[in-house]
């Protein structure tokens, strides 16, 4: 093909998803595309169907609470109830015997360690129940005292598995076997040892419980199976047919890990099969997806599916999922089935909270660290740091060659974006030898008119960083190249 | 309004390569280009300057030297040579000094003879005080040049008589990163944009964009050439050698 016209542009929507191939020594592999705390965003006009694509900064994460200073944290649950208020936020303190607090007044401490809190209101008083790692359970009735579940029945001595669900007035929890155990009617404290139903139509261990429309979704190690309210007894639940699915959900080592998230009545968990690898799954009117790509399922493997976690929010709008998977933790945007990354100077969000009362914030914590805080995703008035920390946004694109191997002399390289109202600095660089050295970055101001560089040198195959560190907004839009292709 | 005051400019080799790499794209602004890059572009830039040399005598460029008659026809010249200076690309005048009056010394002019013209000359071993001078450079980077006289110096040349030559010397080689140039400041441009030229073809750039970049180059030197040229009268006469 003979050379292009000199001085060509072209400019290349900053929107993709991660395709880091595999690293081959088992570590994370940090080649080719990525987007860290940039998030994408897509607008439809309804009217042309035209589609553009951003590149937004996410928000930081502020300080709201500090509960338990020098603790970490493994529980967090925004009450829905009438009458509460955010502070009223309840949360889990401690590695060892998880101290529980209501905003900031502590409630007692519990023996073992919280995995979770599920809201319910079978009397009128909305309580939470509380799972612990050593398969005691507990309760707390807003504004009554903090009490263990002492039904000898309560299958305790079976090992219980996840979270607390509801449904029709009965509370669910499953054992280590996969059994799930009912709750009498309208009852937390009441249990019966036979008020169970065993998930055997694959051979597993019982992973968790959650629910999915009017079912209850029982994930062993095997199998994904729905259940609902027949009426029957001991335990009113039957299974649903046709709808068991052989995909294993995965246990986390760490006990207050969650390898399930509920979006609404989407379901997303790490998945397995007896055929070995893990992907993320997601279910939507009892179907099954795969939602994870290739550069997903390989950070999984490289991590072990059972230390990874998932969590999830809603910001902005936008379903967020955060996945946990050893020293990267990935973000799945349902809403635009895009992935990208999120980071910072310390995991401050492995454990979410949203709330549908109050002002409908997002908040979360680390169990991770001993900040001992609970933290605000602030998205109304959104602050750019982590705790105060700056966080580092970066956009890594793919390897950019317009089909061909020749030399390209790139003029300009130009970053379209919004204005912002204060100095907004993102450096630039590049890579021409397959993303092992990176340029010395140069910077534009993305307050000012012109937002590009000039005398970019010479690639074949070039890859471009940008990164952002400033404790501004920025959301960006593409990458304009002027460029020469060179004859050979 | 303040101007600097002075007028001292100057760059070294590697800034010069450094903005042609630029000029070429093979390096982005800020970026340090790698030794290979470097040392490919300092090739070219001391071949491109040795090439210059066929350009003339620019005057700055011009030096003299003076050395003793001895009894013979031959003198090398070149560092460490009988003649001991920078071999000289090629002499463009000469004389030689009678001094036999000390307080009023008389300067006679050498012909400078080609080397045909010297050829012919059928008895060269023929003394007296020389009246003719052939130069002949030789090749290689380190070779010396030989100075030929005629008629060989006899006793009383030797005494009394020496000659002075004003010669051409080769443009100094750029071997440090921080070694400036051997031209004066308005040849810079036409150096940066030559090299650029010439590092052209090896990062694929269009001939069409070449073609632009050695004309304009081109123009930049011829104007940094006149420059450098003496300015003064034109005389034109009629040789009274034979056969010419």
Redo the contacts between chains.
């Keep these: 093909m003979a050379?292009r016209e000199?001085f060509q542009t072209e400019r290349i929507p900053l929107v993709g998803m991660p395709n880091q191939r595999q690293a081959t020594d088992g570590t994370a592999v940090t080649k080719d595309q990525r987007f860290i705390n940039f998030f994408p965003m897509k607008y439809t006009n309804k009217l042309t169907g035209k589609e553009t694509y951003y590149l937004v900064k996410r928000p930081g994460f502020e300080t709201f609470l500090t509960p338990t200073a020098g603790s970490i944290g493994t529980a967090l649950h925004v009450w829905e109830t009438v009458g509460t208020a955010e502070t009223d936020i309840m949360s889990a303190w401690g590695a060892v015997n998880s101290t529980i607090k209501k905003g900031t007044t502590s409630l007692g401490a519990i023996t073992g360690v919280a995995k979770g809190f599920t809201e319910i209101d079978f009397t009128g008083t909305s309580t939470v129940v509380i799972p612990s790692s050593d398969n005691t359970a507990w309760y707390y009735p807003f504004g009554g005292a903090l009490t263990q579940i002492t039904d000898a029945d309560f299958p305790t001595a079976r090992g219980i598995q996840g979270k607390f669900v509801s449904l029709d007035g009965y509370l669910f929890i499953m054992d280590q076997f996969g059994r799930i155990y009912n709750s009498d009617i309208n009852s937390v404290t009441a249990w019966g040892a036979t008020s169970f139903i065993e998930t055997t139509y694959y051979t597993g261990f019982g992973i968790g419980l959650a629910r999915h429309h009017d079912a209850i979704v029982a994930f062993t190690s095997s199998a994904v199976e729905f259940y609902t309210n027949e009426g029957a007894s001991p335990s009113p639940l039957a299974r649903r047919e046709m709808v068991t699915v052989p995909i294993g959900c995965v246990r986390p080592t760490n006990t207050y890990y969650s390898s399930i998230a509920q979006m609404r009545e989407q379901l997303f968990f790490i998945g397995t099969q007896k055929t070995g690898g893990a992907s993320i799954y997601k279910i939507e009117q009892y179907a099954f997806h795969k939602v994870s790509i290739p550069a997903i399922d390989q950070q999984l493997e490289v991590a072990e599916p059972n230390n990874c976690y998932l969590t999830n929010a809603k910001i902005w709008g936008m379903d967020v999922i955060i996945l946990g998977a050893g020293t990267i933790s990935y973000v799945y945007l349902p809403d635009f089935d895009m992935w990208c990354e999120i980071d910072g100077s310390a995991d401050v969000w492995e454990v979410l909270a949203g709330g549908s009362a109050n002002q409908c914030r997002v908040f979360s914590l680390s169990s991770s660290d001993t900040s001992g805080k609970i933290y605000q995703w602030n998205t109304d008035t959104p602050v750019w740091t982590d705790n105060g920390v700056a966080y580092t946004a970066s956009a890594i694109t793919s390897r950019v060659d317009f089909d061909t191997e020749?030399?390209k002399?790139?003029?300009k390289v130009k970053l379209i974006g919004d204005k912002q109202a204060s100095t907004c600095t993102i450096g630039i660089s590049?890579s021409d030898d397959d993303y092992v050295t990176f340029?010395?970055e140069?910077n534009v101001d993305m307050s000012q008119d012109r937002t590009y560089?000039?005398?970019?040198?010479?690639g074949r195959r070039r890859a471009f960083k940008f990164t952002n560190s400033t404790n501004t907004p920025c959301r960006l839009q593409a990458l304009e190249l002027n460029y020469?292709e060179?004859?050979? | 309004m303040a101007t600097s005051g002075s007028s001292n400019f100057s760059t070294t080799r590697n800034e010069l390569i450094d903005k042609a790499l630029l000029n070429v794209g093979a390096v982005g602004e800020g970026e340090t280009p790698s030794s290979t890059k470097y040392s490919n572009a300092a090739y070219l830039l001391n071949i491109l300057v040795k090439a210059w040399a066929n350009d003339g005598m620019p005057l700055w460029a011009i030096k003299h030297t003076s050395f003793s008659l001895t009894a013979t026809t031959s003198y090398s010249i070149g560092t460490g040579a009988t003649v001991n200076a920078v071999r000289p690309i090629r002499i463009h005048s000469a004389f030689i000094r009678d001094s036999s009056n000390a307080t009023l010394p008389t300067d006679i002019p050498l012909q400078i003879y080609t080397r045909q013209e010297y050829d012919d000359i059928s008895s060269k071993q023929s003394t007296g005080s020389p009246t003719v001078l052939y130069y002949d450079p030789q090749g290689g980077a380190t070779a010396t040049g030989t100075i030929h006289l005629w008629p060989k110096p006899d006793a009383t040349a030797i005494a009394n008589k020496t000659v002075y030559i004003r010669y051409q010397r080769p443009y100094e080689d750029f071997d440090a990163s921080a070694d400036e140039p051997d031209f004066p400041q308005q040849w810079y441009l036409p150096v940066l944009w030559y090299l650029s030229w010439m590092l052209a073809p090896s990062y694929g750039i269009p001939l069409e964009e070449r073609t632009v970049w050695l004309r304009e180059a081109h123009r930049m030197k011829e104007e940094a050439l006149e420059a450098g040229m003496e300015e003064g009268s034109v005389y034109f006469g009629v040789s009274n050698r034979y056969g010419r």
């Design positions: 050379a000199i020749n030399n002399r790139f003029h590049w340029s010395t140069r560089l000039t005398q970019c040198g010479m020469s060179c004859g050979f």
